[in-house]
Structures are given as structure tokens and as C-alpha cells.
């Protein structure tokens, strides 16, 4: 079997296990456990949370003393068990913990599948740049097909569609041995920083890549924001239209985004060397401030739905654009000695520092704008992140140089 299919069987996988939970799990929380706004937020945190130190250090493990492709096995059948403790899960205190714990498991995986997916590309001596859009878009096929599943056998309010995500992790776990050995990085190094492979804080030392970390932290927020309050958002429609296919298919209308993204994943390489990092990553912090600002205009009916399904198109520019080409950008950026660190770093700042700071302000947010009676003030809630969108766009133009010339060599020098 070809590498890229080995590759694409990974990838589906790995996103199928997300998809499965990600966006329905609000409104299980919401709806059937009856969990407040903070709360909501605080579990999704856990992702964020999680991603702040565990890929770091599953990616210095995966550079120095386990291969990764063995670590990312590992993980997922440890997965697979806390996805079956979670079913029976419903206070609060007790959900949140094996949350943190899948968390803790799961958001590494996320980085070990990019540097697994690069190390088998350029050893093939593909260019990932190119090769790698088209085997990831296989990934947001998988969270598609997932999401469908439980919207379709009704478990967006039920602790079955952790079952779903289990059977995943067990294929994907058992499937990972029989990946190529990516050989481990010889420790011969003489510090205490380098031998723990915190060497790939280097690229701190690069301003311009320091900068994009730092906005891969306010993005990362507005990131999470429409995983966590998708749904339930949909969901409250059913106060004025209670019969409309968006409050019945919610799951499913959401995955409409991750449709749109198998078309903008595969025009990644073609916007990437066409105008470069800089004009891809605003393309992307503009269509955010369009994803937010449609659906504070958006109703299950007329313009109001155009608004909703244009809004889920958009989505695939907002996401794909940043967190698909950053990782891309970090990877041409780094040494191949810390390739998993590097891909670690950047899932610390989008999935870590910026996922939690997006759970916990927007749970805030949803929670101020929620009337005594439970009523949410929507309109008011997606304006305001449409504005902070606006604002780190703004921002990012004007601090972040790079002058495009077709010719990427960003590989630094060691």
C-alpha cells in the first residue's frame, strides 16, 4: 500500500474519533446533563488546557525516546477506554475529569499525526507543501462522516456517541503499529535544555515566527468558540421554530462546515505559493469575522438561512487557512531534528493557550447575554466575536513582515 493512502487511513481516523463528540457534545451537556454555560466552556477548556504542556512533551518523547508513530498507538487505545468511562458520566465534577484526562490523551495526537504524515512525505521525497493538503482533507471527510453518523442515529444529546468515537480509537490504535518506524534522534547533546529537545523554543528567536505563535494563541481562541457554542446555538431556535430542519439536523448543518473545508484544504498549496503565509493567514482572520457576523444575522428561515449556510462555507477559509498552512509555515520553519516538538509548540499555542482563553471568555460571554429565563441574546454574542476577529486582523496585518517572493527557503540554519 502506497504511503499517501497509509497516510490518508490515519488521518480519517484520527479526525473521525474528534468529530464524533466534538460538536455535539455541548448540547449533551447543555440538554442532558443540564450543565450551565460556564460549565460547558470549562470542560471544552480542558482541550485547551491540555494542549498548553502535553504536546510539547508527547512531541519531545516522540523526537527522543519513543517513535511516534508507536506514542500515537499508544494513545489512542488509552483513548478508547476513557471514551467508554465517559458514557457513564453525569455529574459535572466526574465528567470534567475523564474529559481533561481524553484531553490530555488526545490533543497530542493532533501534532504527532502532522510530524508522522511529514517524515513519511519527505522521506518519500514528496513536497509537503503540496502532497500533504490532499491526504489531511481525508481527515475532515472523516470528522464529516462521524458527525453525519450522530446526527443521524439521533446521539447528539445521548453519551453513545462516545461509543463512536471508542470503536475509532481502537481501529486507529491497532492500525498505528503497522505504520513505518520513524527512527528516534540520537541524544547526543550536551545541555540539559537540548536533551530534553527544548530546543525547539528556538524558533522563538525568529520575530516573525514569534509573532505568529502569539496570534496563534488569539486565533486559536476564535477557533474554539463555534465547536463549543454551535449547536447549542442551532438548538434554540426551537423557541420560535420548533419543527425547522436546522433545530432537528443541527449536527448535521454544523458538519457543513467541515464540508466546506475539503474544498479550501486542497487549495491551501495554490494560495500558499501563489501570495505566501501572510495574505493566506489574513484570508483566514477575515473569514472569521464573516463566520461570527452571519450568524448573528442567521434564522432557521429565508436570508436568514442563506446566512447560516454561508457561514458554514466560510468556515473551511477561516480554519484551514490558519491552523493547515501554519502548521506547514512551522514545519518549513523548523530543523527536522525537532520536527515534533516544533508541531508541538504550534498546537500548544492554537489548541492550548488559545483554546482555553476562547472556552472560558465565551462561556462568560454566553453567560451575560442569558436572560433569567435561559434565553441567550445570540445576535449580541456572535457580534462580539466577530469584532474581536476583526481586531487581531487588523493587528496581525500591521506587526507581522513578510515579503512574499515565490521562492520559500525558511528552513533555519543550524
Known amino acids: 500500500m502506497h504511503i499517501k493512502t497509509r497516510l490518508t487511513i490515519l488521518n480519517f481516523l484520527e479526525f473521525f474519533s474528534w468529530g464524533a463528540w466534538l460538536l455535539s457534545a455541548g448540547a449533551y451537556m447543555s440538554t442532558t446533563l443540564g450543565f450551565t454555560g460556564v460549565q460547558i466552556g470549562s470542560v471544552y477548556a480542558t482541550l485547551g488546557i491540555a494542549s498548553i504542556f502535553m504536546p510539547p512533551v508527547i512531541g519531545i518523547i516522540a523526537d527522543r525516546w519513543i517513535p511516534a508513530e508507536k506514542l500515537f498507538g499508544i494513545s489512542h487505545l488509552l483513548l478508547a477506554g476513557l471514551f467508554v468511562v465517559l458514557t457513564s458520566m453525569t455529574s459535572f465534577n466526574s465528567f470534567y ?6 484531553a490530555l490523551v488526545y490533543m497530542p495526537t493532533l501534532a504527532l499525526s502532522n510530524s508522522i504524515s511529514y517524515y513519511n512525505l519527505e522521506k518519500e521525497g514528496l513536497d509537503s507543501v503540496v502532497t500533504f493538503p490532499p491526504i489531511r482533507v481525508w481527515g475532515t471527510v472523516g470528522f464529516i462522516i462521524a458527525a453525519w453518523l450522530v446526527d443521524v442515529l439521533g446521539l447528539k444529546v445521548s453519551h453513545e456517541q462516545f461509543y463512536l468515537a471508542a470503536a475509532a480509537s481502537v481501529l486507529l490504535g491497532g492500525y498505528s503499529f503497522s505504520l513505518p518506524l520513524i527512527p528516534i534522534v540520537k541524544n547526543t547533546s550536551r545541555t540539559l535544555f537540548q536533551r530534553f529537545g527544548l530546543d525547539a523554543f528556538v524558533l522563538f528567536k525568529n520575530k516573525n515566527l514569534a509573532i505568529f505563535l502569539v496570534f496563534s494563541v488569539l486565533l486559536g481562541a476564535a477557533l474554539q468558540i463555534t465547536n463549543i457554542w454551535g449547536v447549542p446555538f442551532l438548538n434554540d431556535f426551537s423557541i420560535s421554530y420548533k419543527d425547522s430542519f436546522v433545530v432537528k439536523h443541527a449536527v ?3 458538519s457543513l462546515s467541515q464540508v466546506s473545508e475539503v474544498l479550501f484544504i486542497l487549495a491551501i498549496p495554490f494560495f500558499l505559493k501563489r501570495f505566501g503565509i501572510k495574505i493566506v493567514v489574513l484570508i483566514s482572520m477575515f473569514a472569521w469575522v464573516f463566520r461570527f457576523g452571519f450568524f448573528g444575522v ?15 462555507i466560510i468556515y473551511g477559509m477561516a480554519f484551514d487557512f490558519y491552523v493547515i498552512s501554519g502548521s506547514l509555515y512551522v514545519d518549513k520553519m523548523s530543523d527536522a531534528k525537532v520536527r515534533s516538538s516544533a508541531q508541538g509548540l504550534f498546537m500548544m499555542m492554537v489548541n492550548g493557550f488559545g483554546a482555553v482563553l476562547g472556552a472560558y471568555i465565551s462561556g462568560f460571554v454566553v453567560d451575560y447575554y442569558t436572560a433569567n429565563n435561559g434565553i441567550k441574546d445570540w445576535a449580541s454574542i456572535w457580534f462580539i466575536c466577530a469584532v474581536y476577529a476583526l481586531i487581531i486582523g487588523v493587528l496581525f496585518a500591521l506587526v507581522f513582515r513578510y515579503k512574499h517572493t515565490g521562492e520559500e527557503n525558511l528552513v533555519i540554519k543550524k
Open 97 to 102: 475529569m475523564v474529559t481533561f484526562l481524553v
Open 252 to 254: 448535521f448543518l454544523m
Open 298 to 312: 442567521g434564522s432557521p428561515e429565508g436570508m436568514g438561512l442563506l446566512f447560516l449556510i454561508t457561514s458554514m
